[in-house]
């Protein structure tokens, strides 16, 4: 079990924010970056998913304001990144808050289902993760899944040349961040991908990511 992170960890960049009307309407909290400001690796994911107030503390950064701490893909991207045995994370998101479709499943807390963050929610919050990556300075970042990846690569202006399966594992240099951007698969598909590229144990997986890191 990887370990939770200190909610002193958190790395709130402004005490509200609304520059997306949406996603202040349904979010519960801003799922903020969290870890050393001087960690090795950066992690980024797309959005926060709903989560589950319900859950015991694994609830999810929309209801924690501490982006990847969901049972689900929270552990499990925090687990590879504890197996690559890199140095420390950071972890953060490209789009800060629960990007909720309203039109879908509600629950008692509100819409459970979510949607892709728009391409002006995506600009909107580029400044935060640029910020972030700055600011720490990693040896590398981590794209987990394909929107997570597009989003890193749109702040150098930037888009995938192929698919996103032919990019998984592969190297790109950052020259304006001054890093390298390693994509991965995203945790909720991991299974599914992992087999279907050739790493048929996840051991295998596990040492290409790490293989793949500068």
């Not at 994370?89 to 289902?113: E, I």
């Not at 892709?116 to 400044?127: D, F, I, K, L, W």
């Not at 394909?146 to 399966?165: I, Y």
Request: net charge negative.
């Amino acid at each position: 079990m990887p370990e939770f992170p200190d909610a002193d960890d958190r790395n709130a960049l402004a005490e509200d924010c609304r520059r997306c009307p949406a996603l202040a309407e349904h979010r519960t909290r801003i799922a903020w970056g969290n870890g050393p400001r001087d960690a090795d690796l950066v992690v980024v994911g797309e959005a926060p998913a709903a989560g589950d107030p319900d859950a015991d503390r694994w609830q999810g950064g929309n209801h924690t304001g501490l982006a990847y701490t969901s049972r689900h893909s929270g552990r499990k991207v925090r687990r590879l990144v504890d197996d690559l045995d890199y140095g420390d994370a950071y972890y953060t998101n490209a789009v800060k808050c629960f990007p909720a479709d309203p039109a879908n499943r509600s629950g008692p807390h509100g819409p459970t289902d979510n949607r892709e963050p728009t391409a002006e929610e995506r600009a909107n919050c580029r400044p935060y993760l640029v910020g972030e990556i700055e600011t720490v300075a990693p040896r590398a970042v981590l794209g987990t899944g394909k929107h997570a990846t597009q989003s890193v690569l749109a702040a150098e202006g930037r888009s995938l040349d192929d698919g996103f399966l032919d990019a998984v594992t592969d190297t790109v240099a950052l020259p304006g961040l001054e890093t390298t951007l390693v994509p991965v698969l995203h945790p909720s598909y991991e299974e599914v991908w992992r087999a279907r590229l050739g790493y048929h144990e996840r051991a295998d997986y596990v040492a290409a990511v790490r293989a793949a890191l500068p």
